[in-house]
């Protein structure tokens, strides 16, 4: 879709509330031939699944009571489509009296409500945010952007978090590197190499 106005032309129209639902990984068909390289079938796959939750929302924004265009689409509509969207979830989150709470792996099954995973939700959002701004919406203006999203995303990864019994604590990767370099700069400054002598 080349801009907002096709987007919003070419929206499917439900006549129920319930919306065909994919924010997982798509299947198998929808990837590229195996003459492609890795890479750019990974490039396909994220195209396509973007698409596919940028049509789903736009469909949500369709179904809204009063309907709603996507220029009137705010921060808190987007919050509404993500609690909408946990209907459909399938990682269960245990409440705070369930016995299982805190436990990676439950050894029996519980009522506790299934949800959609904090991770979907992040990679949702990070589509979607992508898909407004590459179908000519400001960045300024991206409702997927806002800061009650962000700060609802970071709410839903620490209960999730804590209810789960997982951590979802980003890996430090590129720091270590940098803390030896400067420890290795700093013993050279310390200790000079033999050999080296002082200038006067």
Sequence with gaps: MDS???FMDTSCHHSDNKLPINIAAPTAGAATSSSTTTASSSSSRYENQKRRDWNTFGQYLNNHRPPLSLSRC???HVLEFLRYLDQFGKTK???LMCPFYG???????CPCPLR?????LD??????RAAFEENGGKAEANPFGARAVRLYLREVRDLQSKARGISYEKKKRKRLPQQQQQHQQQQS???PPPGATHHQ
Aim: glycine residues 10%.
């Design 4 to 6: 907002l106005q096709q």
């Design 74 to 76: 705010s921060g808190a």
């Design 93 to 95: 989150v245990h409440i």
């Design 103 to 109: 436990h990676p792996n439950p050894p029996a099954p």
């Design 116 to 120: 959609q995973a904090w991770g979907s």
């Design 123 to 128: 990679a949702l959002i990070g589509r979607l």
């Design 189 to 191: 400054s310390m200790f």
